[in-house]
């Protein structure tokens, strides 16, 4: 028995519930990944319809239309334009919100014209009944030539019918609902004739966007049809009012809103929601909410997961065959994975509050408060999200900075988001805060270990603000500025929406950044327990040596721990970490923090795995102690404390201000589409952060 | 009366008589801002700027005063 | 050099290539946007 694969593709507007149909169509079968060579999330899902059926079905990023205007939007026509993608759809399946049927069946007219068998599902028809509104379906079906499929994801129906429509997809009608050449007959039956094995629809598509689409072809189109600029816009306009004109027709009869029965939560939500006074407190108590989660509420499963490892750790080496292996594995790799689990609890709490917001329509509320204030320095509205998600981390804020329309705002938003402190900078200030900072109470009320935490955030957005004014003033970047945001309507988050964002966000930064960090803990523990030349082979006689013939009495139960220090020294590690010493010196650094400094520039949170693992290569005594007493303990030659005030300070500072993540480099890389602009941020942020961990140390010490 | 967007008060409902197409993103015409169709101002953010709209009937969406400022209506009702 | 050592090395290999990889063997982007309006911003 032969399975049969559909290809079914998912195409709709934003905010029409286009992911809550994918999930309950896939559940959690899907896949997460990129198109290749751009950084637009890839979504695919599989769905048994029958035993001998099955779906994969693509969740194509939400478009208005097929003009493209975002990298997001590209994605979509490029698909639908290429028979020869592996992906190309047997079925494309629109879906729209029955409240916003008029604007979303534009972009069915147009998947209609490219003649691809089309479902048209009506999402949210659970809203029908308190808006109103009720539909004709047969005549709609008639007139836009398709069959209609009425869906509640939150009410939970109409999927089934969805599922047996697709297993019909061959009965579908593949005849345009319209013809749209009517805005200009000469030209094309001109370019019909040119062209007669090609839709015309698909010419026209080639004509006016910038797709990769047959290259050597499009030239040809290009040359002998172009027309100016202005010229195929208003051919778009007479295209545009000609298909509302078309839809228009169809509603007409079609679909009936009886306004008397609808009642208008949005309008009294928008009152307050956008109010001068409400809706700024609202935004900010919303924040601090955000805070408070990630501070406070995650330190609890936080400090269980960091004191699991600590035992797990001891108990491997306890437990297994002693030999370097063993040591690998409890110096390396456990304390490696624990410093990737330990963010989760945090970057579950962002990502969930940034998908409530999202899922619930508010956050296009915060884009409309903060436009304008935002503008001043350089930002757009839209900044907001990528400055709120860079609290979590860079990566997908820098993503999200997509939507802003206008080219220097987005590149100004993608140059600052970078100091944000993202959670990777937490572990770091948490164990430099608790190391410097006396656990008092200001008041007997704020925990000044607390104040310092949030004085810190306050730099990273004040710094992004600041140098955000400052690219404004210098950025020389002609522009056409436009910025359209649609304001959906409010919604009740789905939980299970929620749930699988959160799940799968929390993964690909586990999996992402978890598997660098984890090599690099490898490769670090091996250059720490590695030497070159006799001084590390022979460590155990020299300390001996040294010891006995000291003419001070020197007590030889301190020999393992000498050997261990003189042989960290020896290693590798050691000699890369004096060879940079000359240069962190002056910050009030060792060379043990400066390997730890030089690591983490493949990713901050390495830090403090850097030096969990270089103090623990370091020591042979006291293995149960946690990091943070090791790093109390440290001491300099003298006698002083490695990890004082003014160190401590210094360090906190340069890590507020540095750029210090590759990956962070390489999404600028991909996004800005050249070298330029991840150069300067590297150069410029992390100059900064040593100018300004030089004043600090040099002032306090 | 005839006038622009960005001149428009909360609660104002008008008809749009004209669009400078070179001035305005396709984006705003495809979300139904095109002459005929009716918008109604819902809100104007705290400092003037941005306007939120409900264009055509049902296509809630916000723009900028500098695109406000290039799409003409007549006034219906106040 | 016995069994652990050999699974050493191995595993120290293992994470070198792959950070190299990650880091200096990055495919070539197909196709972005760049500071002109090449209409996909």
């Known amino acids: 028995m032969s399975i049969q694969n559909i290809n079914v593709a998912l195409i709709g507007n934003p905010n029409t519930g286009k992911t809550s149909v994918f999930n309950q169509l896939t559940g959690l079968k899907q896949q997460v990944g990129n198109y290749p060579g751009i950084t637009v999330e890839k979504k695919l899902g599989f769905c048994k319809l029958t035993n001998t059926i099955k779906a994969n079905i693509l969740d194509l990023p939400g478009t208005y239309s097929l003009n493209a205007s975002s990298i997001d939007e590209n994605v979509v026509i490029e698909l639908l334009l290429n028979k020869n993608d592996k992906l190309f759809p047997d079925v494309a399946v629109v879906i729209t919100d029955v409240e916003n049927l008029k604007r979303n069946l534009l972009l069915f007219t147009q998947i209609k014209d490219l003649e691809i068998p089309t479902i048209l599902v009506i999402n949210m028809a659970d809203r029908m009944k308190p808006k109103g509104i009720s539909l004709d379906i047969p005549h709609l079906e008639e007139q836009l030539k398709t069959k209609v499929v009425l869906v509640s994801t939150r009410k939970g129906f109409g999927i089934d019918d969805l599922k047996n429509q697709i297993i019909d997809y061959k009965s579908l009608s593949t005849e345009p609902c319209m013809n749209a050449s009517s805005i200009d007959e000469e030209y094309f039956d001109k370019l019909r004739k040119a062209f007669p094995n090609q839709l015309l629809y698909k010419l026209w598509l080639v004509i006016t966007q910038d797709v990769n689409f047959l290259n050597l072809e499009r030239n040809e189109i290009r040359n002998t049809f172009t027309k100016s600029h202005s010229d195929l816009k208003r051919l778009q306009q007479k295209e545009t009012i000609k298909r509302y004109q078309f839809i228009n027709d169809t509603l007409k009869i079609g679909q009936t809103i009886d306004k008397t029965n609808a009642t208008d939560l949005r309008s009294k939500l928008d009152k307050v929601l956008t109010h001068k006074i409400f809706g700024y407190a609202i935004f900010f108590g919303i924040l601090l909410l955000i805070f408070q989660s990630i501070f406070d509420w995650s330190s609890y499963p936080m400090d269980f997961i960091d004191a699991t490892f600590a035992d797990l750790a001891n108990y491997t080496k306890n437990y297994l065959p002693t030999g370097e292996f063993t040591n690998l594995i409890s110096e390396g790799i456990i304390p490696g994975i624990g410093g990737i689990v330990i963010f989760i609890p945090q970057i579950a709490f962002l990502f969930l509050f940034i998908s409530v917001l999202e899922e619930s329509g508010y956050m296009s509320r915060v884009v409309f408060l903060m436009d304008k204030i935002m503008r001043r320095y350089g930002l757009s509205g839209k900044s907001v999200v990528p400055l709120i998600s860079g609290t979590a981390c860079a990566i997908p804020a820098i993503m999200s900075a997509r939507n802003i329309e206008n080219w220097k705002e987005r590149l100004i938003t993608i140059l600052v988001t970078p100091f944000i402190t993202c959670s990777a900078r937490l572990p770091v200030y948490a164990i430099l805060i608790a190391l410097i900072i006396p656990n008092n109470r200001l008041f007997g009320l704020f925990s000044l270990q607390g104040a310092t935490l949030m004085i810190l955030y306050l730099l990273g957005f004040g710094m992004a603000i600041f140098s955000a004014y400052i690219l404004n003033k210098v950025l020389k970047v002609k522009t056409k500025s436009y910025f359209v945001v649609e304001m959906p309507n409010y919604k009740l988050p789905l939980f299970k929406n929620v749930a699988i964002n959160v799940i799968e966000k929390t993964k690909s930064f586990v999996f992402g950044a978890g598997k660098i960090i984890l090599a690099i803990s490898i490769i670090l523990w091996f250059l720490g327990s590695h030497g070159p030349g006799k001084d590390f082979k022979n460590a155990q006689q020299i300390v001996e040596k040294e010891v006995y013939t000291s003419p001070l009495k020197i007590n030889p139960s301190v020999i393992p721990d000498r050997v261990s220090e003189y042989k960290l020294e020896h290693s590798y590690i050691g000699i890369i970490g004096k060879s940079i010493e000359p240069v962190i010196r002056p910050l009030g650094y060792d060379w043990k923090i400066g390997i730890a400094v030089v690591t983490s520039f493949a990713a901050r949170e390495v830090f403090v795995g850097t030096l969990a693992t270089i103090y623990s290569v370091g020591s042979k005594s006291d293995d149960d102690l946690t990091i943070k007493n090791r790093m109390e303990s440290e001491v300099h030659d003298d006698g002083t404390k490695v990890f004082n005030f003014a160190t401590g300070v210094s360090l906190l500072l340069f890590y507020a201000f540095a750029m210090q993540c590759a990956s962070t480099l390489a999404i600028t890389k991909k996004e800005t589409n050249s070298w330029k602009w991840p150069m300067v941020q590297l150069i410029f942020m992390s100059g900064f952060a040593y100018i300004a961990a030089l004043i600090a140390y040099q002032i306090l010490k | 009366m005839k006038t622009t967007v960005d001149l428009l008060q909360i609660g104002d409902i008008a008809t749009i008589t004209n669009v400078d197409l070179d001035k305005i993103p396709l984006k705003l015409l495809e979300m139904g801002c095109f002459p005929n169709n009716t918008l109604e101002i819902i809100q104007i953010a705290p400092l003037g700027d941005p306007i939120y709209l409900n264009v055509n009937n049902g296509s809630h969406l916000a723009i900028r005063k500098e695109t406000a400022r290039e799409i003409e209506v007549e006034i219906q009702q106040k | ?41």
């Open chain 3, 1 to 41: 050099m016995n069994t652990q050592e050999i699974l050493v090395y191995l595993t120290v290999a293992v994470a070198l290539v792959f950070i190299i990889r990650k880091f200096f063997w990055k495919k070539k982007a197909k196709k972005n946007c760049g500071d002109d309006d090449c209409g996909c911003h």
